[in-house]
């Protein structure tokens, strides 16, 4: 299935966006896509509001509707027809594929239940590791979920075979473990 596209116009030509299709299993990856197209529009604002004294002008709200329509299958589509700002079709588009908050939250105790137990395995690359670490984190995160990139950090360096032991402790004692990005204990 080919990906919707809207041909932008750019100063020095145009750029081409192929919109992402939801589906039931993409939605974390999915809103992150749209929240960047929404914002490289500039109609993010019809979502997420900095000041809401002042409302969203109507051609903003409806390029944003628009862009989401783009971007889901028709039966959702459908359960969206009554939705009249961009802003309540995203929440509900959230909500349907996130669901309720019980669920939600049951599922954030799930992951980070995940991530805790989460150990590197002897024959996997420090590469491999951090990626799986990483999907994990970014879906606890996208439910809303604040996790720090210290905890994760020294998360990472917990997980680690005792092979890797002085280096971990290295960079324990010589590193800001409170200022370290997954990137840079990665790197090190």
Known sequence: M???KEVV???NGSIELSYPMLTRSNYTAWALKM???LKAQGVWCAI???DTKTPVDDKTDKVALAMIYQGIPEETLLSLAEKET?????????TLYQGADRAKQAKIQSL???FEAMSMKEDESIDEFHMKMNGVITNI???GETMSESYTVKKLLRAVPSKFLQITSAIEQFGDLENMTMEEAVGS
């Open 141 to 143: 995160r996208a439910l």
């Open 86 to 94: 961009a802003k309540d079709a995203w929440e509900a588009i959230k």
């Open 112 to 114: 980070k239940s995940e």
């Open 35 to 37: 929240k960047v197209f």
């Open 48 to 50: 997420e509001q900095k």
């Open 2 to 4: 080919e990906a919707n």
């Open 9 to 11: 116009k750019w100063k």
